[in-house]
């Protein structure tokens, strides 16, 4: 049993053609700050994963995603303090548009074999495997 609210977060690996994953830094004020996540975020009442997902890669980054190129890679089920965290992971590869850091976070382009030197949060440390097995 666990008294903690399940959150739902939606997230995505946006692979470009090099094998290269966009990782985006949490900017400061934020819970978690500096450290390295997927693009994605909470899921909204009405929503599904997708809607989701396509909604936030817009508002982050500025790229128009279709929910055909949404394909569902793993996903990371971790207890924070405040919350439990379920965040599906998808894998895209299509999108229109160059990604732009829109919301005051640094992007970068990390082949997965380098995510270590990219801190990111516990949830998502067992995730970076399935992207080293898949990419
Ligand atoms: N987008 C995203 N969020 C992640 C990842 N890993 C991880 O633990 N999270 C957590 C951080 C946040 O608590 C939550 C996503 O919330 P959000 O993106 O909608 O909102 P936020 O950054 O403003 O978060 P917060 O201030 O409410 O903590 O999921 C990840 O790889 N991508």
């Known amino acids: 049993m666990s008294d903690k609210p399940i959150i739902l977060v939606a997230a995505c690996a946006l692979a470009d053609g090099d094998g ?8 400061e004020g934020k ?8 693009p994605g975020g909470k899921v909204e009442s009405g929503e599904t994963p997708e809607v989701s997902l396509i909604r936030e890669l817009k508002e982050e980054l500025g790229i128009d995603a279709s929910a055909s190129c949404l394909a569902p890679l793993t996903f990371a ?3 924070y303090e405040k919350f439990h965290l379920l965040m599906p992971l998808y894998i895209c590869r299509k999108w229109e548009g160059i990604a732009q850091p829109l919301e005051g976070q640094t992007l970068k382009w990390v082949a997965p074999n380098r995510m270590e030197s990219y801190p990111m949060p516990p949830a998502d440390e067992p995730l970076v495997a399935t992207l080293r097995d898949l990419l």
Do not use: I, N
């Open 20 to 27: 290269r994953v966009l990782l985006a830094q949490r900017p």
């Open 31 to 38: 819970s978690m700050a500096g450290l390295w996540e997927f």
């Open 77 to 79: 089920s971790h207890s």
